[in-house]
């Protein structure tokens, strides 16, 4: 192997190894500003946005152990990797072709599960997860200030008239 190839599956390689997830989207309608502001956007949750070769990519996968993706490897193709939160990054994702209608997604792997665009599109629509242990909060706290009321109830019940 050209040592200049195997310079580029090792990067990639490199970049798969950030985090549990990697989302494939194509990038030709993207300018170098429209990168650089995606890029912006993708900082705070720490995660990067990488343009590659589908060959390295292809080949860097296999050896890290992700799914087939050959359907999804045409044309040009950037990935996001890195940070802990893939859902959020999906959601930056969306919201930034929501925006600009420039950056498609193809397709993504969470925990080496393949999701297709349509799936990682149904993701980002997925509440935070703060918003989801608050909402399974207010749940628990609902749940037993009824059982509380009907024991209360009870109680009031039984007691005689004074």
Do not use: C, W
């Not at 749940?139 to 024991?151: E, Y």
């Amino acid at each position: 192997m050209r040592a200049e190839k195997k310079y580029l599956i090792d990067e990639v390689t490199t970049h798969l190894k950030k985090s549990e997830y990697v989302i494939v989207a194509s990038y030709d309608k993207m300018s170098v500003s429209d990168i650089a502001k995606l890029r912006a956007k993708l900082t705070p949750e720490k995660a990067e946005f990488h343009v590659v070769k589908n060959s390295s990519f292809r080949v860097a996968a296999k050896a890290f152990g992700l799914p087939e993706m050959d359907s999804a490897l045409s044309g040009p193709t950037a990935i996001v990797v890195g940070g802990k939160n893939p859902y959020g990054i999906a959601k930056i994702v969306k919201k930034f072709f929501t925006d600009t209608q420039k950056l498609e997604v193809k397709t993504g792997v969470i925990d080496k599960k393949t999701f297709t665009a349509k799936e990682m599109s149904l993701l980002a629509d997925l509440p935070s997860f703060e918003a989801l242990r608050s909402q399974l909060l207010g749940l628990f706290k609902q749940n037993a200030a009824a059982f509380v009321r009907v024991l209360d109830a009870k109680v009031k019940k039984e007691q005689p008239a004074a």
